[in-house]
């Protein structure tokens, strides 16, 4: 291509070089060939006046006129004019053939200038090697920069499209933090939710929550705590047509409530290590209690706080089967053993009181495998519900 302002790239001037050279070549050719022809020429014509100049001194007499024109009849004349012609020819022929030999020599000139090319030409096509491979970095890093500008786009136009689904569900639309549910309506083993938090080393807890479910048999598992060495540290379920079961460190009480009909109830636990005591409240009223339930025990810390599911191993290995289905609010955590009367205040909705360990916010509950956070009814509909 021209480069700008008309001047030529160092290509084309290279090319215009060779064809200038090579017209020059043909030329000289054609000029040797003249040359060639005049030198036969002369050679012929020098070797006919010597024989002409020989016979005239001899005394023989030439008639009539020659190739060579009209010469004087005077022998002496005729010597004189013949030598000097002859000496003429001499010197043209001498002429002549050091112009050969310059043109020869001249004509070795574009061989020298072809290896000069030569070299120009592989210097030039080195450069174009080394600024195509430049492109070809350049275009290499354009690629990765492309794709990681898309990959952030998509990530940015996904995070975007949640959003926007939360918003079009009113999912941000919470009232406050601690307004909403976690909602798991088929009985699967893949959905579920997590608290992010988790427990420390506990020797006495509260646990209290709201749960709605009609499932039958057996509404599956509101809760589990796993953690590495014992997958049912703590663990609430109701399995079958079993009895609503406690376990601690994989040691079972059952409970006496009640909860498959479909309404929302309040339900709280309570525990202590030292005796191994329990609580159980439905709707604010204490149904059961007892002792020994692994006395002694400490509840572990770091473990893995999953809603819906029981845990074989930590933070998976779900059974569909002990599955949670229905909906769960207000899931609390206190590390003591709270008084009856606040259970009975936080079951009337005449107080709200999050759990010191583990408090209901809605930055604080992830859910996966199609569950999902939904605006919750407010407690005073809850209790319209019982």
């Keep these: 291509m021209p480069m700008q302002g008309g001047a030529l790239s160092p290509e084309e001037e290279l090319r215009a070089a060779v064809l200038q050279l090579r017209e020059t070549v043909v030329q000289q050719k054609e000029t040797l060939g003249a040359q060639r022809e005049a030198i036969r020429e002369l050679t012929g014509k020098l070797a006919r006046c010597e024989g002409l100049a020989g016979g005239k001194a ?11 024109g009209d010469l004087p009849r005077d022998p002496g004349h005729v010597v004189e004019q013949l030598s000097r012609s002859l000496q003429t020819l001499k010197d043209r022929l001498e002429s002549l053939e050091h112009q050969l030999r310059a043109n020869v020599s001249n004509a070795g000139l574009p061989g020298d200038f072809r290896e000069v090319l030569q070299q120009r030409l592989g210097e030039l096509e080195r450069q174009l090697l080394r600024k195509v491979a430049e492109l070809e970095d350049e275009k290499s890093l354009l690629h990765n920069e492309t794709s990681a500008h898309r990959q952030k786009t998509e990530s940015t136009l996904n995070a975007l499209l949640q959003r926007v689904t939360e918003l079009e569900r009113g999912n941000s639309a919470f009232k406050s933090p601690d307004a909403f549910k976690v909602s798991l309506p088929f009985r699967t083993n893949y959905l579920y939710g997590k608290i992010k938090k988790t427990l420390p080393e506990l020797y006495a807890f509260t646990i209290c929550l709201w749960l709605r479910s009609s499932a039958s048999p057996g509404i599956g598992t509101p809760f589990s705590y796993a953690v590495p060495g014992q997958a049912n540290e703590i663990v ?7 009895p609503i079961e406690l376990l601690i460190n994989d040691k079972v009480a059952q409970l006496p409530l009640f909860v498959s009909d479909g309404k929302w109830h309040h339900i709280c636990v309570t525990w202590t290590t030292r005796d191994g005591m329990w609580e159980a409240f439905q709707d604010g009223e204490k149904l059961g209690t007892g002792e020994n339930l692994a006395p002694w025990h400490p509840i572990k810390p770091g473990g893995v706080l999953i809603l819906g ?6 933070g998976g290995r779900f059974d569909a089967t002990q599955a949670f289905v229905g909906e769960l609010s207000q899931f609390n955590i206190w590390d003591r053993v709270l008084r009856a009367q606040e259970i009975v205040s936080i079951a009337n909705c005449s107080t709200n009181m999050p759990g010191n360990i583990i408090p209901w916010v809605d930055n604080n509950v992830d859910v996966f495998g199609g569950a999902s956070k939904w605006p919750v009814e407010t407690c005073q509909d809850h209790l319209l519900d019982l």
């Design 58 to 68: 001899r005394g023989t007499v030439a008639t009539g006129k020659d190739t060579m």
């Design 309 to 314: 599911q029981e845990q074989d191993t930590v």
């Design 236 to 242: 609430l379920i109701e399995w079958g047509n079993n």
